[in-house]
Each structure stands twice: as C-alpha cells, then as structure tokens.
C-alpha cells in the first residue's frame, strides 16, 4: 500500500543539521508517510548520517551529479514521490509533532484546498527561538489569495508546503531560470488556479536562519531588485486587482529599491573607507570626464 503522504527532503552538504530533521518527521504523530530524501551529490557526511537511520520508511536517492542550486534537486523529489500528498521540507528545520497532522486534517475538512502551510517560530544555529512567523491579519480562516500576496509580499514559509501530488505535478517544475529565488513563489501562485491554498494560524515548525544561510546572504548583500517583483509582475498580467492594491505593491517596490541602495553603501563604502587613494583617483577620473559629459 503507498504512502498517504510523501515527504521529500532535498540535501546538500546538510550534516549539522539533517539528523535533527530527520528526528523532527520521524517524531510526527501522523505516520502514514514516505520519507524521501534526495542528495545533491552531498561532499561531507550528510548521506552517512542518513544512512544511520534504520526506518523502513526512509528512501535515499544519491545523485552524483551535483545541480547549481536548490530548486532543481527540488525538481528531482517530483520522481520519487508515490503519496496522495507531497512536502518538500528542509533540511535543516525541525518539525514539530503535529505539523503533518494538522496539514492532513485541513484537507480532509475542505476538499477545495490543494495546498497547506503553517507558521511557526524562527531558530538560530543553537536552536534558540528568535523571532516567529505571522499570517496578515486581513486573511480570513487562512484562505490566500493573490491580492494578499501584492500586498504583504511573500510571506509563505515553504519549507512548509504540503500540496496535493497531481497538483504538484502538473505545476511543476520550479521555473528557476526564470524567477531565482522566487521560483517557490511563482509555484504557490500556480497552484491556486487548482484550488485553494490555505495556511494553518499555528507555530508547527521552527525554521532555522544562520549566518552562512544563502537566503540570509542574499538579503544582507542584494543590489538589485528582488526576485519577489519578477514573479507578481508576471501574475499581475493574468489577474484584475484593484488599483488601491496596485499603488500598495508599487510602494513595496519603492521600499525595496532603498535597501537595495543601503546594501550598495554598505558594500562600497567599507572598500572606498579602507582604500583611501581609490577615493582620490575616482575623483580625478570623474572630474576630467566630466569636461566632455556636461
């Protein structure tokens, strides 16, 4: 008999944390599940650690081939996977008992609902709660929709995602060569042509950011626009929203062109402190070209 849900952990180079996570889905009080994990071509311990969990729901799949970014081993679980249910979790969040549970219970409830998320808290590198995720106030009874989305930008935890399968399937794959990092957000807003999205208003997983996270980094450093605009400026051309809606978004816009211009003086403005001569020689250039550019 197959597994009611397939869980897919997508690996690279995980070995500090995938044994918690691992743990974390093996403690589900829900445990009619498939826990599928796909490596990367992983360098470090990862696959032994794997290895050393003797559950026979557990499936390895090793790839000598390493994929350039996260999105297509995520691509890869989408073979694998033989559940009713699909989640693409990572591998280095925990889980907290009844997050498959809850999810389960929210599609058996509302046959309209495709996909579900939850919220939950945001951890450090020393599993220490830092900060928590939050569902905006306006979504009522955890019903998202695209408006939303324009509004409060992403605030999807996608290590969260559970959807069902076919729906999976025939969205995917994850369309990173065009939307980056965006590429999960451009799926969620896929989905909801199938049905309804929902998000569960409880703290059922704890999410980890570190400082060498590449989410983290990105953010730190970005100077161009954020991949979030690519993906809504794409759907906005297939959905009517208010121009209210509209003015909101463009303000979002506008917000995140100023951090991008902070990020830039915080980049260029550490080297131009500590190289002082540069200064003057950007001047000197600067000014001469200036004779023929006024």
Request: aromatic share 14%.
């Amino acid at each position: 008999m197959e597994s009611l849900v397939s869980i897919c952990i997508p690996v690279y180079n995980a070995e500090k944390t995938i044994a918690k996570t691992i743990a974390s889905i093996l403690a589900q009080t829900y445990t009619d599940f498939e826990l599928i994990i796909v490596d990367n071509a992983s360098t470090d311990k990862s696959v032994d650690i794997v290895k050393s969990f003797q559950d026979p729901r557990i499936s390895l799949i090793e790839y000598h081939t390493h994929l350039p970014n996260a999105e297509l081993n995520w691509d890869r679980c989408f073979y694998h996977a033989k559940g009713e249910y699909m989640a693409i979790f990572h591998a280095d969040d925990i889980y907290l008992p009844d997050m498959i549970k809850r999810q389960i219970e929210t599609f058996r409830n509302d046959p309209s609902v495709v996909g579900v998320f939850t919220l939950g808290n945001i951890i450090n590198e020393k599993d220490e709660i830092v900060s928590e995720f939050h569902i905006p106030k306006e979504i009522i009874g955890g019903c998202i929709l695209f408006e939303s989305i324009l509004l409060y930008a992403d605030f999807l935890p996608t290590p969260t995602a559970m959807l069902k399968r076919d729906v999976y399937t025939k969205c995917s794959p994850f369309r990173y060569d065009e939307f980056k990092s965006a590429s999960d957000l451009d799926m969620w807003l896929r989905v909801i042509s199938f049905g309804t999205l929902a998000i569960i208003n409880e703290k059922l997983f704890n999410y980890r950011i570190s400082k060498s996270q590449g989410s983290n980094t990105l953010f730190r450093l970005r100077t161009k626009e954020a991949d979030y605009f690519k993906v809504m400026d794409y759907h906005l051309g297939k959905n009517n929203v208010s121009e209210e809606v509209k003015t909101s978004y463009e303000l979002s816009r506008f917000g995140d062109h100023i951090k991008c211009q902070i990020n830039f003086l915080r980049k260029y403005l550490r080297y131009l402190l500590t190289h002082p001569g540069l200064v003057y020689e950007k001047y000197k250039m600067f000014n001469y070209f200036k004779r023929f550019k006024a």
